[in-house]
Nanobody, 111 residues
Framework: QVQLVESGGGLVQAGGSLRLSCAAS???????VNWYRQAPGKQRELVAT???????NYADSVKGRFTISRDNAKNTVYLQMNTLKPEDTAVYYC??????WGKGTLVTVSS
């Protein structure tokens, strides 16, 4: 059983940046890692993926603004979010292999 803890959320003005972290209790080196988000009243959506080989993929809405990365030695995945917009406001969740989930971290972007 792998436990995930997200951190780094908070309140930021539009145009600002945040870096989210997802710390795992066990090794993530063999796993694909995803960041999802869920805005109030909306379905959870996939934001970014990094495969165990390091390939990345992004939702169209965040391409060019968000960067996902991983540090297998630290069992940690990051989501660097730049040029934030109010529509990025959501709870952000870390996910491993579509199986393990964290409890999320809230990101609020003010206009």
């Amino acid at each position: 059983q792998v436990q995930l803890v997200e951190s780094g959320g908070g309140l930021v003005q539009a145009g600002g940046s945040l870096r989210l972290s997802c710390a795992a209790s066990g090794s993530i080196s063999s796993m694909n890692v995803n960041w999802y988000r869920q805005a109030p009243g909306k379905q959870r959506e996939l934001v970014a993926t990094i495969t165990r080989g390091g390939s990345t993929n992004y939702a169209d809405s965040v391409k060019g603004r968000f960067t996902i990365s991983r540090d297998n030695a630290k069992n940690t995945v990051y989501l660097q979010m730049n040029t934030l917009k109010p529509e990025d406001t959501a709870v952000y969740y870390c996910n491993l292999n579509l199986y393990y989930w964290g409890k999320g971290t809230l990101v609020t972007v003010s206009s």
